[in-house]
């Protein structure tokens, strides 16, 4: 089939290359002129494994094109993704002015049925806002062309996004007419996981209904972990036992400190705003997002606690981005944790295998914050060991060489990457979350 895809961050290109991917001819309009060069050129802006190769490939076979011009996306085809960015309003509701923007132009420029589908995270009935910007468009061209919205929304991880797309749970989506139903089959024909068809109302609401409840699993869990420092119980195996109830299940039940990215933070303020907009107060997510917000400091009272005081001793911080597999830093929990640990007067080199890049635009390398050639250049001559990514090089790291680094052998692991025991053996004093830490 024909596809555009309007907007190429994560969602949207990784949509347009596995639509690619799968066989189809795919546009994709991006208005950032650099973007579309680089994209042009086979290269993805961002780490994401596996995107890049199929890019190439798709390239290769012709099946992938890329242009700044929305006229051209909404002459390819009638199949329009809608991926624009819905940043957040100071508000914590969703800024739609992008979404907008696509639905007022493709009005302006179509001379044929098109079929607007929704992938990036909306609020429940933006479908009704974009059919009407359409319509009032269409009207003062004089034109009444059929048209339909539709909602398809994307439920993939960064870090696993090709997989995710290619191999998803479930896919949803929204329709009112039988000719969209009909489209949107065609286009999934080939996927063998469940196909939810509902009205668009209903599947912009399930997007946003599936990453709070994940955003509440692991509040809950890290909740839990508080308690168990307390009582000296141990919250790995306490999630491993209730993941076996299949009603509980077992993922999104590992504590830390905390959720970040570009995703949950933003989605779920979304809902609660857009609940709060409808008389609904969702106090249940308000409390599930300040459980979060507490996790940084209380990370770094834990640091404290172990350390003593922070003034002028030198720290380790392994992982920066938000999640592994990423170079992502959007609402990292080390943006939190890291100007708090300056304040607090530690000096402090960080190292991630992908997102220094990122975090150096936003700190420069100075007095106190310097960038670690590798991950065991960061602990030489430090105190302590601070861990706010579960990267796999991470867990894989030789302890013996971290401890003869050092100059305290100290870890306060933030994702619990490694056995306490085995850890300890070693004659490194550790200290988990919601472990029992001695
Ligand atoms: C999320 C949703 O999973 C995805 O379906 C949606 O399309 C976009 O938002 P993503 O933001 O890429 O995906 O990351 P995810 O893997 O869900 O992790 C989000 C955050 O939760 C990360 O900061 C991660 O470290 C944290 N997390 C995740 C935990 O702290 N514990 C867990 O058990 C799982």
């Not at 795919?26 to 199929?54: S, W």
């Not at 034109?143 to 998803?168: C, I, T």
């Not at 039940?253 to 969702?282: N, Y």
Request: proline fraction near 4%; charged fraction near 30%; glycine fraction near 6%.
């Amino acid at each position: 089939m024909r596809i555009t895809v309007v907007g190429a961050g994560y969602v949207g290109l990784t949509t347009a290359v596995c639509f690619a991917h799968l066989g189809n001819e795919v546009m994709v309009v991006e208005k950032v002129q650099k973007k579309v060069e680089l994209l042009k050129d086979g290269r993805v802006p961002f780490y994401e494994p596996g995107l890049e190769d199929l890019l190439v490939e798709n390239l290769r076979k012709g099946r992938i094109s890329f242009t700044t011009q929305l006229s051209e996306g909404v002459e390819f085809s009638d199949l329009i993704f809608i991926c624009v960015g819905t940043p957040q309003n100071p508000d914590g509701s969703a800024d739609l002015s992008q979404v907008e923007e696509v639905a007022k132009e493709t009005a302006k420029l179509m001379n044929s049925y098109k079929l607007l589908v929704e992938k990036s995270t909306v609020p429940v009935n933006t479908h009704k806002l974009i059919k009407r910007t359409v319509e009032r468009y269409l009207k003062i061209r004089g034109k009444s062309m059929e048209f339909d919205v539709a909602s398809n929304p994307e439920f993939l991880r960064e870090g696993s996004a090709v997989q995710d797309f290619l191999y998803p749970d479930r896919i949803v989506i929204g329709v009112e007419s039988q000719r969209s139903r009909e489209i949107l089959q065609e286009l999934y024909k080939d996927f063998t996981c469940p196909i939810i068809f509902t009205d668009p109302a209903t599947s912009e609401l399930i997007k946003h209904a599936s990453n709070s409840f994940l955003a509440m699993k692991i509040s809950y869990i890290n909740m839990v972990a508080d308690l168990c420092e307390k009582v000296g119980a141990d919250v790995r195996l306490v999630a491993e036992a209730m993941g076996y109830d299949k009603r509980i299940g077992r993922e999104f039940l590992r504590a830390g400190i905390g959720w970040g990215g570009s995703c949950f933070p933003k989605d779920i303020k979304a809902f609660i705003r857009m609940a709060e907009d409808q008389g609904v107060d969702f106090s249940l997510l308000k409390e599930v997002d300040k459980i979060n917000t507490r996790r940084a400091q209380q990370f770094v009272d834990k640091v404290k606690s172990v350390i003593w005081s922070l003034r002028g001793k030198s720290l380790a911080i392994w992982g920066l981005s938000f999640k592994p597999n990423t170079d992502d830093i959007r609402e990292a929990p080390s943006l939190k944790i890291i100007p708090l640990l300056l304040k607090e007067g530690a000096f402090l080199k960080l190292y991630d295998p992908k997102a220094m890049d990122n975090f150096k635009a936003l700190y420069p390398p100075g007095k106190d914050l310097t960038y670690a050639e590798d991950m065991y250049d960061a602990v030489k001559d430090a105190s302590a060991l601070l861990i706010l990514t579960e990267w796999r090089e991470f867990e894989e790291a030789d302890l013996k060489k971290v401890k003869e680094l050092m100059e305290l052998p100290i870890i306060v692991d933030g994702r619990n990457i490694y056995d306490p025991k085995k850890v300890r053996e070693l004659g490194i004093e550790y200290y988990g979350i919601g472990v029992l830490n001695l």
